[in-house]
């Protein structure tokens, strides 16, 4: 089994920072990817950020240039920094990352969720 545990939400207001962090533990043998999502009321999950390496990260129209997504493969976590938030990026964000077992089956987990509440 692998857990996926984030800290760092809370409530910030608009033009403010925020940091979020996801640390996988468990039977991990390697982590092929990890990203971030998000689900506001009434919406849709959707993708905020991914990333497969260093040179590899992928980003939702509405975050680019303000938020960065960055990994520490030896901590098995990620990292998502938000910067000048605003009120329509209020949701509950999720880490979810696609791991290697060390039984050599790959699955996606997901963390329990963190609420960011941007005040305008």
């Known amino acids: 089994q692998v857990q996926l545990v984030e800290s760092g939400g809370g409530l910030v207001q608009a033009g403010g920072s925020l940091r979020l962090s996801c640390v996988a533990s468990?039977?991990?043998?390697?982590?092929?990817?990890m990203g971030w999502y998000r689900q506001a009321p009434g919406k849709q999950r959707e993708l905020v950020a991914n990333?497969?390496?260093?040179?590899?990260?992928n980003y939702a129209d509405s975050v680019k240039g303000r938020f960065t997504i960055l990994r520490d493969n030896t901590e098995n976590t990620v990292y998502l920094q938000m910067n000048s938030l605003k009120p329509e990026d209020t949701a509950v964000y999720y880490c979810?990352?696609?791991?290697?077992?060390?039984?050599?089956?790959?699955?996606?987990?997901w963390g329990q969720g963190t609420q960011v509440t941007v005040s305008s």
């Open positions: 979810w990352m696609e791991v290697l077992t060390a039984i050599q089956r790959t699955n996606n987990y």
């Open positions: 468990g039977s991990i043998f390697s982590i092929n990817a």
């Open positions: 990333i497969i390496s260093e040179l590899r990260t």
